[in-house]
T-cell receptor, first 118, second 116 residues
């Protein structure tokens, strides 16, 4: 149980285009989803927190107009990287906080999406 | 500010041996959660073990156990009978639920290599 999927797993795009990454909780409802960015051999850096039906809360230094987050349902959150540039190339990971009893304080992680911007 | 420190960037251990990864944190909270996550080369984050601060008993999951010292704000992970599949990055994470945001605070990670 508590499976989180991400799609796509890898994406390559041209500079200036937009890319959408989906994060789904497959077997539970997620009131809160988190989006992280991870550089090679580094820790996870929280970009934003999204709550179903409300606007995302972005961490300091994260451009909300570049990284659009939508949490339209209790099982789906999307991250859109707008007008992507090579410096946006990275590994993006989502996680979901579950509504299941006993899991209120634990995040379940997706497998990540590797974005390469040419 | 709440912080998590993993002072060992890299460690190695011989297969079948025991290794301990350190994690210290700083907080004024009395109730919180601590986690150890494993990130293998696939980069999927996998929960290894979880500890609730109000529980004095150290958590254990098969070969993985923690030494939770609340007064010292220390949360080390012991891996017994190390296996090649334990090779991964290990992250310590702190969660203060009273913040209302349920955001994790991650350490910088320890890269563990298990040697054959």
């Amino acid at each position: 149980g508590a499976v989180v999927s991400q799609h796509p797993s890898r994406v390559i795009c041209k500079s200036g285009t937009s890319v959408k990454i989906e994060c789904r909780s497959l077997d539970f409802q997620a009131t809160t989803m988190f989006w992280y960015r991870q550089f090679p051999k580094k820790s996870l850096m929280l970009m934003a927190t999204s709550n179903e039906g409300s606007k995302a809360t972005y961490e300091q230094g994260v451009e909300k107009d570049k990284f659009l987050i939508n949490h339209a349902s209790l099982t789906l959150s999307t991250l859109t990287v707008t007008s992507a540039h090579p410096e946006d190339s990275s590994f993006y990971i989502c996680s979901a906080r579950g509504l299941r009893e006993g899991s209120y304080n634990e995040q379940f992680f997706g497998p990540g999406t590797r974005l390469t911007v040419l | 500010a709440q912080t998590v420190t993993q002072s060992q960037p890299e460690m190695s251990v011989q297969e079948a041996e025991t290794v301990t990864l350190s994690c210290t944190y700083d907080t004024s909270e009395s109730n919180y959660y601590l986690f150890w996550y494993k990130q293998p080369p696939s980069r999927q984050m996998i929960l290894v073990i979880r500890q609730e601060a109000y529980k004095q008993q150290n958590a254990t999951e098969n070969r993985f156990s923690v030494n939770f010292q609340k007064a010292a704000k220390s949360f080390s992970l012991k891996i017994s009978d190390s296996q090649l599949g334990d090779t991964a990055m290990y992250f310590c994470a702190f969660l203060p639920p009273t913040s209302g945001t349920y955001k994790y605070i991650f350490g910088t990670g320890t890269r563990l290599k298990v040697l054959a």
